[in-house]
């Protein structure tokens, strides 16, 4: 029996722990502010989500080609699709359709205000960080909701508390609101919340509304769907069948009204209503990289979200709980055929992130495992919260990759003083610019089938070590291509290759450069080569010690 709203919020301010989430989201805002570490908010594949209202509601088209755009579309997710020959972006517009209020407002406020009302300007920025924080909130509102009619407000609380603080939660709603996981943990949350409604009191409109956070969450992400066994599942009771049958005509009369922009989409750009936008992308079905996808230090969901495996961990404990039973089998089974389908995607990081994005969207299911386990694990799980946190501030400071870690750089930030972290003490290695100097000696250049080869010996001659690890200040060596033996004017191509190892002050060692032959422009006949530290500097831009080395390859 579900409590009546009332009785549970009452409760709920007695639950105690639930302020510690907008008092670190208000922290955590202000101190990116501050530190300017996040702008632009829209940004990466945010872009291509955000595209639709850009094109849309700013440039009133139909068609991507005439959307103007910073990058080449292809950076965006955009493909010219086989069947129309149209430019299609890959992204479902589900995610577009959740951001369009925050949209809304911010394009009013960049007229009203004078700004440009172009989309990027800063109160399109301000809109979508807000849209974040907004889906975050509803979020684990419904969150708390779900597992405190499972189990009691106070252990709710403590759940939610821990889900929120303890993954990288936070960060997707806060440092990349633009992409879609913050709102597919927040629909998923109300569609479970929904569920429970429903059940325990149909009505025409809960049905309605339930069928609506279905498609809405299809429309955001498709195979997040599945999700939706876990809000449906009491109707495997024939009892519950009944009542589905009554309001069977409002569910799907909603459904097919959310769903109408994203088959329209589909349709105009694709060719066909059933067609997916993620058309292409190799999924190797026999193939599932199980271990990976949960344990890689470069991206595993429970390695670098500890508390996520204690969330399933209680999930598969509430198997045996006569009135849990059913939710968690649900649970458990929806989570184990998402990270199926995510084991068997051609990347099994997906990008950079900060832990692995594509479980965000489970979150809200993990929060029922955490209340049933946290009464034997709740030490560990404040640590696990103490270290999330500390790292996201690391990842956000440029000391842990996006792309993916080694241990060897995640023991390196394990070790880092905490002020290093938050980016107030500079470190003595190429993660900042002080101390950057090197000598480059090119010591052969010569052809090969289809490339270019050059060697070079580096001589680190500054006070900085030169670090090989993945991150922020990973050294490399770098060629570009000039007209002059100077190395000055126009340049082509940026062809970078890391360091083999930390290369201390006074120590040097041997780079090579493999450049593709075809890759050529007019008559920049000399290969520069210099070194550079990522996300830092150039070498060359810090004085003369860093001067590159020129060879001359003729055509």
């Known amino acids: 029996m579900l409590a009546p709203p009332s009785d549970l919020l009452a409760r709920a301010k007695k639950a105690g722990p639930l302020w510690l989430v907008p008092a670190a989201v208000l922290a955590l805002v202000v101190y990116q502010s501050s530190a300017g570490l996040n702008r632009p908010v829209i940004r990466s594949d945010g872009e291509g989500y955000y595209a639709y209202l850009r094109l849309y509601l700013i440039q009133h088209r139909l068609d991507f080609a005439d959307l103007p755009m910073r990058l080449p579309p292809a950076v965006y997710g955009f493909r010219i699709h086989p069947r129309t020959g149209r430019l299609a972006d890959i992204y479902p517009i589900g995610t577009a359709l959740c951001m369009a209020p925050f949209f809304a407002v911010g394009h009013a406020a960049a007229v009203l205000g004078g700004w440009k009302a172009d989309g990027w300007s800063e109160p399109y920025q301000w809109a979508i960080l807000i849209a974040g924080i907004c889906w975050l909130s509803i979020g684990m509102w419904a969150a708390f909701r779900v597992v405190a009619n499972r189990t009691a407000p106070k252990p709710a609380a403590a759940a939610v508390v821990v889900m929120g603080l303890g993954t990288n939660l936070l960060h997707y709603a806060i440092a990349e609101p633009s992409m879609s996981h913050i709102y597919a943990f927040g629909t998923v949350a109300v569609l479970l919340w929904l569920g429970d409604r429903f059940w325990a009191h149909a009505t025409a409109l809960g049905a309605a509304a339930l069928g609506a956070a279905c498609a809405l969450l299809f429309s955001i992400r498709h195979y997040d769907v599945l999700l939706a066994a876990v809000a449906l599942y009491p109707v495997v009771w024939k009892s519950n069948r009944l009542v589905l049958r009554r309001y069977w005509s409002p569910f799907l009369a909603s459904t097919a009204i959310v769903l109408l922009p994203h088959l329209t989409v589909s349709t105009y750009y694709l060719g066909a209503p059933w067609e997916t936008t993620y058309w292409g992308l190799a999924i190797h079905w026999t193939h599932p990289r199980f271990l990976a996808m949960l344990f890689s230090v470069g991206r595993g969901w429970w390695f670098w979200n500890p508390v996520a495996a204690l969330g399933v961990g209680g999930l598969v404990a509430g198997l045996f709980h006569p009135k849990l039973r059913w939710f968690c089998a649900a649970a458990v089974f929806v989570i184990t055929v998402t990270t199926y389908i995510l084991a068997c995607w051609s990347s099994e990081t997906f990008g950079d992130g900060f832990g692995h994005r594509m479980y965000v969207d489970l979150l809200p299911l993990t929060a029922v495992g955490l209340a049933l386990s946290l009464n034997c694990a709740r030490r560990p799980a404040y640590y696990m919260i103490v270290l999330n946190l500390y790292l996201m501030l690391a990842y956000w400071n440029g000391y842990i990759g996006g792309s993916g870690t080694t241990w ?112 050529t422009v007019g008559h920049l006949d000399y290969y520069c080569g210099e070194m550079m530290a990522s996300s830092v500097a150039w070498f060359r831009d810090l004085g003369s010690s860093g001067r590159p080395a020129s060879v001359r390859i003729d055509r």
């Open 408 to 519: 060897r750089s995640y023991v390196k930030v394990l070790r880092m003083p905490f002020r290093a972290a938050l980016g107030i003490e500079p470190p003595a290695d190429s993660e900042h610019s002080a101390g950057l100097a090197a000598e480059v000696t090119i010591t052969g250049a010569r052809r090969e089938p289809g490339a270019i080869v050059i060697d070079a010996i580096v001589r680190n001659t500054g006070s900085a070590v030169w670090l090989a690890d993945p991150g922020i200040g990973k050294v490399y060596f770098a060629v570009r291509t000039f007209a002059t033996p100077d190395c000055q004017g126009t340049s082509f191509g940026d062809w970078r290759y890391p360091i083999a190892s930390n290369i201390a002050p006074g120590q040097a060692g041997s780079v090579r450069a493999r450049i593709p032959e075809a890759i």
